[in-house]
């Protein structure tokens, strides 16, 4: 609902005090989405990838980039990438958007520790500029002042599950939690 994909059961979804039905066009432009596949054609490099969205959101491709690590690998096909790099880009494509609003689906997803470190400076560097991220997440992210919102019979995240020390989960210290 809240990419105006589809419309609520009852009430309306408002921004600005505006329902988002009533201009779904207008609301595409403020939601920046990262599923849970990166969406890159394999034959396209990086860059190309990132051409098909730079031009709507009219966002600078080198900082894109930069901001996730990418550069170097800017003219490689997105067939020859980790899955780590292919998430990174898919990251960069948030980036490009320039939109207020991200949803974020499990951003950490197949990236490494120094990766994860980018991603969260992402997300500050966006929130301190105004805009707002929701993100789905069964790894903390290196994030300050954030609301958590935990669903039924997941764990909490102030129940510190995880090892500090590595970021690395620890499910066998949380009942029932899986791996």
Same mark, same amino acid.
């Given at each position: 609902m809240?990419?105006?994909?589809?419309?609520?059961?009852?009430g309306a979804l408002l921004w600005d005090g505006v329902p988002i039905a009533e201009?779904?066009?207008a609301h595409a432009t403020r939601v920046a989405y990262l599923g849970h596949q990166d969406a890159l054609k394999p034959s396209l490099s990086v860059v190309e990838n990132l051409h098909l969205f730079a031009r709507a959101g009219g966002g600078d491709m080198t900082a894109a980039l930069k901001a996730v690590d990418l550069? $170097?690998?800017?003219d &490689?096909? =997105?067939?020859l990438l980790s899955a780590g790099q292919k998430r990174r880009a898919a990251l960069a494509r948030v980036l490009l958007a320039q939109a207020?609003?991200?949803l974020l689906?499990? $951003?950490?997803?197949? &990236?490494? =520790?120094?990766?994860?470190v980018l991603l969260g400076k992402a997300i500050a560097r966006h929130r301190a500029a105004g805009g707002v991220v929701i993100a789905t997440t069964h790894v903390p992210l290196p994030?300050?002042?954030?609301?958590?919102l935990a669903l039924p019979?997941?764990?909490?995240?102030?129940?510190r599950w995880w090892d500090e020390e590595s970021s690395a989960l620890s499910p066998s210290d949380h009942e029932g939690a899986s791996a």
């Open positions: 809240l990419a105006g994909l589809r419309r609520p059961d009852g201009d779904r066009t550069l $170097p690998l800017a &490689l096909p =997105a067939r207020p609003l991200w689906d499990e $951003p950490s997803l197949g &990236l490494d =520790a120094n990766a994860i994030l300050e002042d954030v609301r958590h019979g997941a764990p909490d995240p102030a129940d």
